[in-house]
Nanobody, 115 residues
Framework: QVQLVESGGGLVQAGGSLRLSCAAS????????MGWNRQAPGKQRELVAA???????NYADSVKGRFTISRDSAKNTVYLEMNSLKPEDTAVYYC?????????WGQGTQVTVSS
């Protein structure tokens, strides 16, 4: 069982920045991959960024060059640094952890970007 606690969402103007945090209850080195998905109203949930146990990362095309995923193994925490935010980035952001057997989800954190 892995519990995920997210923080860092909020309201920001277009062009601004936010950093999301996702703290895991287990060592992130016991988790195959962690990442962030988002879901905007009326849209399907989509992958934003992910990082593997080995440190490889990947991003949705829409956020490449603006978002950065990173981790702090000592804190069992994964971060999503979001820069140059756009109104279309407005969504609920969900952290996930995949152990190779099961996928766990955080409760979600709202990010709202005003124009």
């Amino acid at each position: 069982q892995v519990q995920l606690v997210e923080s860092g969402g909020g309201l920001v103007q277009a062009g601004g920045s936010l950093r999301l945090s996702c703290a895991a209850s287990a060592s992130i080195f016991s988790i195959d991959a962690m990442g962030w998905n988002r879901q905007a109203p009326g849209k399907q949930r989509e992958l934003v960024a992910a990082i593997t146990r080995g440190g490889s990362s990947n991003y949705a095309d829409s956020v490449k060059g603006r978002f950065t995923i990173s981790r702090d193994s000592a804190k069992n925490t994964v971060y999503l640094e979001m820069n140059s935010l756009k109104p279309e980035d407005t969504a609920v952001y969900y952290c996930y952890a995949y152990t190779g057997v099961r996928q766990y989800w955080g409760q979600g954190t709202q990010v709202t970007v005003s124009s």
